[in-house]
């Protein structure tokens, strides 16, 4: 892979990148076609990472229908799939990590202790491998978007990060690969998460900004599904994390629920168009 995009970068290409884990979905194809658009060549990755996943966690049931992954990107015209082995990743005696501190204990981070770890580490390897210019991530995953873009800036990574928005099912469910987990009643209370989102910006734009007041009322919201467990619910400052007590300024509210036994995240972006509203 790295002789692949050397040879590519000789001869003055673009690489634009996509790390996966697989079981790719319509919110994926869209950062594909994103890279497409903006670069010469795409290179997507799928692994999916033993390290960030914990010990009671869904490592060895999380999908991987590889050949229908292989079929979708041939449809989207990515150049080059890259599908390493968990021995090729992390071979016998491999002791080093990558973590960005405090960004990685809060909100997912804080329930999934060394998640971010594993995370920083294995795209940090494979940024290593396939030194694109630009790479592609998904705003459902906020959290590590954020973390992702700390590590790049800190280790002084050449490469820009884009954000994409979340793609969403016409009934509001953000997707997700874990979305095959749930049984039909609980797609159904699933949908709790973006309508609480969408609750809650509908509180800014009618004038509330205390951040306690609205997040007592999207746990409410949240905890009339009966099929609902609440992990967290917070409203956070976008550059550290840190949860604030009044909205004043562009902001993030992230939610992370579980959904019988699926744990689903979500979260919205307020702008400063939002909070001007009210």
């Known amino acids: 892979m790295q002789e692949i995009v050397q040879g590519l970068k000789g001869r003055n290409k673009t690489v634009g990148f996509v790390p996966t884990m697989g079981a790719l979905h319509e919110g994926h194809l869209s950062l594909i076609r994103k890279a497409r658009k903006e670069n010469d060549f795409v ?7 033993p390290i ?17 992954d292989i079929h979708l990107c041939r449809e989207e ?7 390493p082995t968990g021995n090729q990743m992390y071979p016998l005696g491999f002791k080093t990590y990558v973590a960005v501190e405090q960004l990685s204990d809060v909100l997912c981070g804080a329930a999934r202790r ?3 770890r594993g995370v920083t580490t294995v795209v940090c390897k494979l ?3 396939v030194q694109p210019d630009s790479a592609y991530f998904g705003q459902k995953d906020a959290q590590q978007a954020i973390i992702i873009q700390r590590m790049v800036k800190d280790l002084n990574m050449p490469i820009r990060i884009r954000v ?12 997700s690969s874990r979305n095959i987990y749930l049984n039909e009643k609980e797609r159904r209370d699933a949908l709790c998460l973006s309508a609480a989102l969408k609750f809650a910006k509908d509180l800014i734009k009618s004038g ?8 007592k009322k999207l746990r409410e919201f949240i905890e009339s599904k009966k099929t609902a467990r609440i992990e967290y619910v917070s409203i956070v400052d976008l550059n550290n994390l840190k949860p604030i007590e009044r909205i004043t300024d562009k902001c993030l509210i992230a939610l992370a629920v579980r959904i019988g036994k ?15 509203r009210g």
Do not use: W
């Open 43 to 49: 290179v997507v990755s799928i692994f999916v990472n």
């Open 52 to 68: 960030q996943f914990g010990p009671a966690e869904d490592f060895s049931r999380y999908p991987r229908p590889i050949k229908q």
């Open 77 to 83: 015209n990515v150049d080059f799939l890259f599908y």
């Open 114 to 116: 060394g998640h971010f």
């Open 127 to 129: 940024f290593n491998i």
């Open 164 to 175: 994409m928005p979340i793609v969403r099912h016409k009934s509001g469910l953000a997707l």
């Open 208 to 215: 509330e900004r205390n951040c306690q007041i609205i997040i």
């Open 262 to 276: 699926t744990r689903l995240i979500d979260n919205i972006l307020i702008k400063t168009y939002d909070i001007s």
